[in-house]
């Protein structure tokens, strides 16, 4: 993965999913840059093969076992095989799994987010466009919506997962480390769309951080 | 014009072999004369509104869907100029929306498939060896649908009310609640109204390629274009009524609060989400299919060789038919839908690669074994490949499911389907369009601005498009109209925009040099690429009629065009003063009769101006009205079957010295009766995809069961039980009607087959006053659905019905003449069993 380094500079920014926060987008941004080796060696392989239809010596040219067989069923197919399987079996790694992780919510309107999540003591607080998750725990995150269809998607923690009216719809993700993470709506919502983004606070297991109460706690607990 | 002895001998000698005399030659001028005056368009004005030949209207569709391309492409030169800086105050958000909706919308609907349409009903009768279209006024009718259509679409961008919902119009944001305003009305009502032409289109060419090709052309002798068609018209056939039936759908749910989609009466928008892309994948190789038909036609020609591997072309063709059913799902790996559900249509997707790597690959293959000649043409073939390959890998990686969470919705998915659709079908169509230009313009092209065209797309769609992935792996979602807090998006937009400025720049040359080669480009030479197929031989510009006389399968080249014009080959002239058309065998070619063709007329355009003028009234709320507006399509389309009966019996016309075929009037499985199977096929793909609706729901909509029904239990089965029998005694009513035609007994029959079709109306109205209120629940109003459905086929059946008795009222029918019998025996037997199939549903329903 050498060869990437000057490249991954400006692959950096708070919402890229080639800058992975969590296990979930690692796994999947280790499968894009396989993938994008790949294409690149069989994109310069077509590519070659084409120049040297130019100047190719029509006698040599090979018949349909060639082209056919070997190079559009054959190779096509290994490949594919390979990278469906690759596929699955990271899908398996990130899914959601019934195994008692942390839970929270995330319910979507036009044009905001709520957030339901365990507060400073334990106890389910609400907040306004702020989620906040301990770093290095897996949690489960349940997604609604109570008019159109969202997205919710922090590209640095994993793939997104939609907001269908009368569904509820759960993503596993996880945060490694403390830090401040952006979020936004994926799917188009109408005129708020592009603002519809929000921030997911990771904070150390165990050290809630202080809320900034003005901007956007909502400040009342639910009952569990 | 000299003969040499090799233009003498080429013709007989195929024909002979073909086991077909050769008809005597006559003086090329006169025939073209003979033949002008039958096919040609009226003169002026007239000529514009009446025009039914395929030539001009498919030229037509061209120039339309360039027309549509320019606007569409100006739409997203605006939304390039609002994304260039983060903070774009150009457009405001709600226009943004509109401009972003129409760019999508006009780009697939009112360029893509109308382009395809175009291309198709202009080349096909021409490189199949025939004189026109099956169905030359629905060619018609389909073209002012469209531009009707597309007028309203793009009239409502200049009223400020355009749609702006996305182009996959996704519900609850599209329903009433969330787009009060007309907007989404536009959308649904327009593009449903543009979708006639590619109905008509689909059918016409399923019809044309499998009966009206050159005499004992066997399907699988048959040009690959022709293959590449009919896939895409079957596809056309199956993909179009999903969408068409959600349109519907969803346009009753805004105009009368039916809850389809609404989860909260036993809706479910995700059914939306199935309809839209049950057509919306198909659709992506809908578009493919053809461009990939010209690049397997003009490759072997650019390189002076024949294709490689034709039949594993026509497998993969054949695949990619089948395959692209099976992967709408890839749209919708995000809304929740299990991971190995999800990992078999992950596996579907990746695997239509493979027929398209097979192409790919016989096409290099097909350039090694030739000796490739970089004319103009081929410059865009290769543009192709740089592009499509791309696009192509960008679209198995989307098939990954973990990669398309993060990938799904974002500027990534952006560029990979235009890395798809430009280089899969813009690049191909460019190409096609400059091979065939000496066909249509009869003319060169002036050297030099061609090829300045060519690098300055190819510049600015890699520029724009290529850093365009990397903007969405940044983070960047669709449909966004700023982004002021992430600079790390600033540069790689800027550079999008910059080239995408280029890449307007060169189809503007593309289209300049189309324009200087009609107005100055020198005549061009008969066949100037040496190509072998039969769309050249023949004169430039292509005449109206094609062929003076039919071509034989066999071997062609130039030195065909001179025997043909001179008559040699089958049914030469026009010595009856009709439009004819040789009808063959669908698998063989063998020649099976000859169909006399409707020439100018004004009822296609009428015909449309009531559909519009129904679309209008739809647009408007006026439902009111709506009834006048179907009275007048019934009496167009009953004016459209009345101009082509004949009141006697037709000898048998001579098609060589030594062959005499029936006109169509005495066969009974001719051209109309088979497009009207085509018709059935995508109208019972309607009613199945009603039927999945039906099914979706009740299994996966979460507000089920639906409360229970109201029906009343003797009187409701009873209605049921009536529609049944009366469309039973129908179907054998229509059979007796046939067989003891032009007698008064079958007469009789016919009239009682009508009388009983009235009586199915009348329990129909009675069950539907029966019926629950459609708004209680998704339920009701899916049964009230089934029902309207029902009794517009009853409605159908029974005009055909009258048709019949009125047919042979006037002595339209006789013993070698069975008129309308045929077609109305088809449609009540559908009736009968789609009928059937609903009272069925809405009973398994009751008792479960």
Redesign the interface.
Known sequence: MGIFVPWLA?????????DPAGPS?G??AG??WA?LIG?AV??AL??L??A???R?D?TR????R???WG???G???SV?VV??A???W???R??TRDDGALRVAAHAR?WGWEFTQPGPDGTPIVTQDVLYVPAGRPFDIEITSS???H?F?V?RL?????A????V??ARLQADAPEVLEG????????G???M?FSVIVYPEGAFPEMDVDANVAGTEVSP | MTMTSQDASSLPVQATAAGFAANPQRRALRLHKELTEVWTDAPGWRGVLMSVNHTTIGLRFMATAFVFFAIGGVLSMLIRAQLATPRGDFLDTALYNQIFTMHGSIMMFLFAIPMLEGLALWLLPKILGARDMAFPRLSALGYWCYLFGGLIIVLSLLGGVAPDGGWFMYTPLSDKTHTPGINADIWLIGVTFVEISAVAAAVEIIVTILFCRAANMALTQMPLMGWYMLGTAAMMLVGFPPLILGSILLEVERAFDWPFFDVARGGDPLLWQHLFWLFGHPEVYIIFLPAAGALSTLIPVMCRTTILGYGAIVAAVLGLVFLSFGLWVHHMFTVGIPHMALAFFSAASALVAVPTAVQVFAWIGTIWKGRPQLHLPMLYVLGFFLTFVMGGLTGVMLAIVPFNWQAHDTAFVTAHLHYVLIGGFVFPMMAAVTYWMPLISGRRRVKGLGEAAFWLVLIGFHGTFFIMHLTGLLGMPRRIDIYPDNPEWVLPNLISSIFSMVMATGFALFAFDIAMQFLFGRQSRRNPWGAGTLDWAMVLPAPAYNFASLPVQGPTGPELILPLARGEGLLPGAPRGWRELLVVDPGTGRPSHVAVLPGNTLLPLVTAVAIGGLVGLLLAGLYWLVPVALGLIVVAVWRWGSIMGTTCDHTAVAVTPDLMLPLHWHVRRSLAYCGAVATLVADGTLFASLLFGVAFLSVVAPGWPAPASDLPEMLAPLAAAIVILTLAFGALAARRAENARATPRGRLWAILGTAAGCVALLAIGGAALMLDDPRRHARDALRAVLLAYVAVHVAIATLLALRTWTDSHHGRVSAARRGTAPVWRLWQDFAAVTAAISVLVITLQEIG
Not at chain 1, 164 to 167: A, C, Q, S, T, Y
Not at chain 1, 184 to 191: D, K, P
């Open positions: 400006g692959c950096g920014g708070p919402l890229s999913t080639l987008s796994v999947v499968l894009w993938m294409a069989i994109t077509v590519w093969l084409l040297l239809a130019w190719g029509a040219a090979g018949g349909e060639l082209w056919i190079l559009g069923v190779f096509t197919m594919l990278l469906v690759y596929g699955v990271v899908g398996e990130i899914l036009q008019d159109v269809i997205s998607w590209p994993g793939g997104k997962m939609d269908v009216p009368g569904r719809n759960l936004l709506c994926a799917e188009f919502c109408g005129v769309h592009s603002v983004r």
